[in-house]
C-alpha cells in the first residue's frame, strides 16, 4: 500500500493591498488597515464605483527589466513576484532539488484582462487595422501565470492553472496537495494572482450590482456582515504557496509554518452568481475538508470566512457554518479578511490561505473591520471578530472560499509542532 505523504508549508509570498510582502501584509491584517481608496489606475469618473484596493507602491520596474516586462500581463507579473518570495522564503536551492519532482499549479478567476482591453482599444482606435502585439494570445491567456514560474525557475513537474471564479487558487492549493499525496511531486508551487482593477471589469460588476459604490468612504465600503453593506470592494494582487512532504522539507532542515490537514470541493448547481439561501454548497465543502482532514467540527478554532461583504453571500455562509458547527460555531473565532484587502477574485484563497496560517503562527486572530450594526437576519451571539484583532492560542484554522458559477471550496491548516 502507498504511503500517504503529510503536506506541509514551507514558504509565503504576498502582494496584496495592504502590503507588498508577507510581512507587511500580515502586520496590516493584524492592525486592521483598510487598503480601499480612490482609482488611480484609470479615470473611474463615469464609472458608479469609483475605488478599489489597488497595490500602492507596486512598480514593475522594480522587479522586471523593460523587455520581460513588456511580455507579462500583469497578472503574471504578480504571480511571479509573490512565487519569487515564496521560493526565497522557503530557502528552496534548485541546484539540489530534483526539478521534476517540483510543479506549479496557479489560480486566476480572469488572466489577462488588463492585455485583452488594451488590445481591443487599440484595434478600434486603429480603424480596425488587424495589428496586434504578437505578445497579446501569450500575455493573455490564463495558464501563463504558471507557465512563467515554471520557466523561470526549470520547474518539470506538473504545471496547470485552476479557473473557477473566486475559488481559483484554493482549487489550486487542494490539487497541489493531492498532487503530493499521490507521489506526483515533492514540491508545489501554488497560489493565485488577478490583476482586473481595469474599466471593463469594474463596468461589467457594476453592471450586474456586485460592487459597492459607496464612493463617499471608500476605507469603510467592504464591511462584511453589516446591515448596510452593498457589495464587495475588487482588490488585486497574489498569494504563493510552497508545499512539501513532510519528508522532503525536513531532509533539508526547512522551517514549517503549517500542515495542510484537507480540503473540501462541492457546487452549488444552483444559480450563475447567487449561492444557495442556506448554504448547502458551502456546508458540504466544509463537511467534506472535515472528513479529509480527520478532524470533528469541534477541532476547528477560527474560520476565515469567504466574506465579501455582499447582501446575500455573507448571510449564506453563516447559515452553512451554523448547521454544520452547531453550538460549537459561539466557541469559534470568524473573520472576513476582504474587510481589509477587498476582494482579490481567483488569488483570494491564496492570500487568505497565508492569513489562516499566520494566524495560527503568531496566535492572532485578524478582525472583520468597517462593523457598525450587525446584519439583523444574523446571531450576535457568534465572535465575528469585529474591528480589532483577538490573541487566541489555536491550532486549526478553516479557510473559505466560493465563486460565481456555484464553486466552493474550503482548506483546513494545522499549526506545525516539531
Excluded at 541546484?95 to 480572469?110: A, C, F, M, Q, Y
Excluded at 504563493?240 to 470541493?265: C, D, N, Q, S, W
Amino acid at each position: 500500500m502507498q504511503k500517504i505523504n503529510r503536506v506541509v508549508v514551507t514558504g509565503l509570498g504576498s502582494l496584496t493591498p495592504i502590503g507588498e510582502n508577507t510581512q507587511t501584509y500580515w502586520q496590516n491584517l493584524a492592525n486592521g488597515v483598510s487598503g480601499a481608496g480612490s482609482i488611480t489606475r484609470f479615470d473611474a469618473s463615469k464609472h458608479k464605483t469609483k475605488f478599489a484596493c489597488e497595490l500602492k507602491n507596486y512598480r514593475e520596474e522594480d522587479h522586471f527589466d523593460r523587455k520581460e516586462a513588456k511580455r507579462l500581463d500583469p497578472c503574471s507579473q504578480y504571480a511571479m513576484v509573490s512565487a519569487k518570495e515564496a521560493i526565497e522564503d522557503a530557502s528552496l536551492n534548485l541546484s539540489k532539488l530534483d526539478l521534476e519532482r517540483v510543479g506549479v499549479l496557479w489560480g486566476t478567476g480572469i488572466g489577462g484582462i488588463q492585455s485583452i482591453q488594451d488590445e481591443i482599444v487599440n484595434f478600434v482606435q486603429a480603424d480596425m487595422v488587424p495589428r496586434f502585439s504578437p505578445f497579446f494570445i501569450p500575455k493573455m491567456i490564463a495558464n501563463m501565470p504558471s507557465g512563467q514560474i515554471s520557466i523561470k525557475y526549470g520547474f518539470k513537474g506538473p504545471n496547470y492553472v485552476t479557473v473557477s471564479a473566486c475559488a481559483s487558487s484554493s482549487h489550486a492549493i487542494i490539487d497541489a496537495v493531492h498532487l503530493i499525496k499521490l507521489g506526483l511531486a515533492d514540491v508545489m508551487i501554488t497560489g493565485g494572482s488577478e490583476a482586473a482593477i481595469t474599466p471593463v471589469a469594474i463596468g461589467g460588476f457594476n453592471v450586474i450590482k456586485g460592487l459597492s459604490e459607496r464612493n463617499d468612504d471608500p476605507k469603510t465600503a467592504s464591511r462584511p456582515f453589516d446591515q448596510h453593506r452593498d457589495g464587495f470592494v475588487l482588490g488585486e494582487g497574489a498569494g504563493a504557496l510552497v508545499l512539501e512532504t513532510e519528508e522532503h522539507a525536513r531532509a533539508r532542515g526547512a522551517k514549517i509554518y503549517a500542515e495542510v490537514l484537507g480540503g473540501g470541493m462541492s457546487a452549488d448547481a444552483y444559480h450563475i452568481t447567487a449561492p444557495l439561501p442556506e448554504g448547502e454548497g458551502a456546508f458540504s465543502s466544509m463537511k467534506q475538508a472535515l472528513k479529509s482532514a480527520g478532524i470533528t467540527p469541534q477541532e476547528v478554532e477560527y474560520i476565515n470566512v469567504h466574506g465579501t461583504s455582499t447582501p446575500l453571500g455573507d448571510v449564506s455562509e453563516i447559515k452553512a457554518i451554523q448547521n454544520l458547527f452547531r453550538e460549537h460555531a459561539y466557541d469559534l473565532n470568524i473573520s472576513s479578511t476582504k474587510s481589509m484587502t477587498g476582494h482579490l477574485l481567483g488569488a483570494a484563497g491564496a492570500i487568505e490561505a497565508i492569513a489562516s496560517i499566520l494566524a495560527i503562527k503568531h496566535s492572532i486572530i485578524p478582525p472583520t473591520i468597517n462593523h457598525y450594526e450587525l446584519d439583523s437576519t444574523l446571531d450576535n451571539k457568534l465572535n465575528f471578530t469585529f474591528n480589532q484583532a483577538q490573541s487566541r492560542e489555536f491550532s486549526i484554522a478553516l479557510s473559505n472560499t466560493f465563486g460565481f458559477g456555484g464553486h466552493n471550496t474550503s482548506i483546513i491548516f494545522k499549526k506545525w509542532v516539531n
